[in-house]
């Protein structure tokens, strides 16, 4: 297989050049990777008119034979990971071991779901009449749009084209602009695994903005499933509403990353890395805010900038690198201005500089001293820093840990089990890592409360969401 997928949109079973196309960039060092075309306005409706004619026949598939085909699509994912890895740090940047990961993950949720595919299960429900039978049926909410992010452009995608397959649903997918290649790779393995024409449609576009309204306009989609920033996501659920779509919607995280007084400070430090490296910390579950309890602060603060400095800022594709260019250069202003102005309002920096920024490669940065006055602590860093505040006491903890209007994901660490239990239950957010820096899974629930978002991905929750309840009441 060559290196890059095709480069057209992908509809009807078919690769379709547009008029126009746009360019595909290396984050590293600005390179055009490819130039892909650009959906107009027909193409788009010609997805959605493959939908619209295959949608019958997809849910009338048995479902254990969509099952079978998204398990080849597994495979072959995992047969391909090394490209496919390659491919995501071409156009994403991330670190090549962060890339194979995601594509590991990745294809976990089409494994997960093919199996899933077999368990959408109804229910029967005793009546109070005699002659009266309850049966309720999961049927598939028909074709969906699918709006995903850069950050982890596979994973972000089989999380919801998974989902959606193995519940009988056509999809039309967006990929973010800056990479649409995951999304065309991904389509080129549906494509050879079998997957019926029309039942997996993308169409890349640089005007985010017109491909999300022509899928609002359209009364064939049914549900629109998005993934990126509250502000859009929110846009989307308002337009939405006119037509009565079914929304999800993964929005941002500002996630607290917590240390009570017992934790065990090595395993802390060791998930606090993960929690908030990945991606170079690009990702809405990156622990954003960091919590340390006022007798461990000193000592957790010394052991994770010792573990910081190990971390080796290069190109993705380079051996030894473990952070990758930040996507693009809006991404590094925006670290700047965060930074700049938290030490402006007194924040200490710890570790790292501001000087030390080159093109998109951002070096770690450690800072205390972190108020909630700072717009560190009010926004998502999407980037290789880490802020800390010093609490009081557990309750302080919590306080400051609920300090915002995002609920997506928290981390907390102590050894007591009773205060896990009590932090945990105080917490206002949809996931919780206890002793954890690593809490996405294909089996489990991913999703947010307050402004990080509407309904669940992966787990059985994540099929439901793409299911409407039949209720068949029969006279017998
Ligand atoms: P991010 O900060 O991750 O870029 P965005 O919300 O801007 O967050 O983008 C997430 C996804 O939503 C991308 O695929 C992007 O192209 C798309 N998008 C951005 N604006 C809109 C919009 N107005 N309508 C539909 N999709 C949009």
């Given at each position: 297989m060559s290196e890059l997928p095709p480069t057209e949109c992908f509809i009807d079973g078919r690769w379709v050049a547009t008029k126009q196309r746009f360019r595909v960039t290396d984050p590293?060092?600005?390179?055009?990777?490819a130039e892909v075309s650009d959906a107009d306005d027909k193409t788009i409706d010609d997805g959605i008119a493959a939908m619209s004619r295959i949608a019958p026949v997809w849910r009338a598939t048995p479902a254990p034979a969509r099952g079978t085909l998204l398990r080849a699509m597994a495979t072959a994912m995992i047969a391909d990971e090394q490209r496919l890895a390659r491919i995501c740090t071409r156009e994403n940047g991330k670190a090549l071991p962060d890339s194979l990961a995601e594509v590991r993950y990745a294809a976990s949720f089409l494994s997960w779901f093919a199996g899933e595919a077999e368990r959408i299960y109804g229910e029967t429900i005793p009546a109070s009449r005699a002659e009266t039978r309850i049966v309720i049926t999961r049927e598939p909410v028909g074709p969906c749009a699918l709006i995903t992010p850069w950050n982890f452009p596979y994973a972000m995608l089989t999380r919801k084209l998974g989902a959606a397959l193995a519940a009988g649903c056509p999809v039309i997918a967006k990929p973010a602009s800056q990479t649409p290649l995951s999304a065309l790779a991904l389509a080129q393995l549906a494509e050879r695994a079998g997957?019926?024409?029309?039942v997996v449609n993308v169409v890349p576009s640089h005007d985010a903005k017109r491909v999300g309204d022509r899928f609002l306009a359209s009364?064939?989609?049914r549900k629109i499933s998005f993934t990126g920033s509250t502000k859009v996501g929110i846009g989307l659920a308002k337009a939405g509403a006119d037509d009565l779509k079914r929304m999800s919607l993964e929005l941002g995280g500002n996630a607290p990353l917590v240390v009570l007084g017992d934790a065990d400070l090595d395993l802390a430090v060791a998930q606090a890395m993960i929690a908030k490296f990945r991606n170079a910390g690009q990702s809405?579950?990156?622990?954003n805010r960091f919590i340390l309890e006022r007798s461990i602060a000193t000592s957790f603060t010394e052991k994770m900038i010792g573990e910081v400095g190990k971390l080796v800022v290069g190109?993705?594709?380079?051996?030894?690198?473990t952070i990758g260019p930040l996507i693009d250069d809006a991404a590094v202003k925006k670290v700047r201005t965060l930074v700049e102005d938290a030490v402006k309002k007194g924040a200490l920096m710890m570790h790292g500089s501001?000087?030390?920024?080159r093109g998109r490669l951002v070096p770690p940065m450690v800072l205390a001293?972190?108020?909630?006055?700072?717009e560190l602590w009010r926004e998502?860093?999407?980037?290789?820093v880490v802020a800390i505040r010093v609490a009081d006491s557990e309750a302080d903890a919590l306080a400051m840990a609920n300090d915002?209007?995002?609920?997506l994901v928290a981390y907390v660490f102590a050894r007591e089990h009773a205060r896990q239990q009590r932090f945990a239950e105080g917490l206002e957010s949809g996931m919780v890592g206890v002793n954890e820096g690593l809490v996405s899974a294909a089996q489990a629930p991913f999703g947010g409360v307050k402004h990080s978002g509407l309904g669940r991905e992966g787990s059985r929750h994540g099929i439901e969401d793409y299911t409407n309840l039949k209720y068949v009441a029969t006279r017998v």
């Open positions: 590293f060092d600005n390179e055009t990777i997957v019926p024409a029309g009364r064939a989609i809405c579950v990156a622990a190109r993705g594709l380079d051996e030894g690198v501001l000087d030390a920024i001293g972190i108020t909630s006055e700072m998502e860093i999407f980037g290789p915002t209007e995002h609920g």
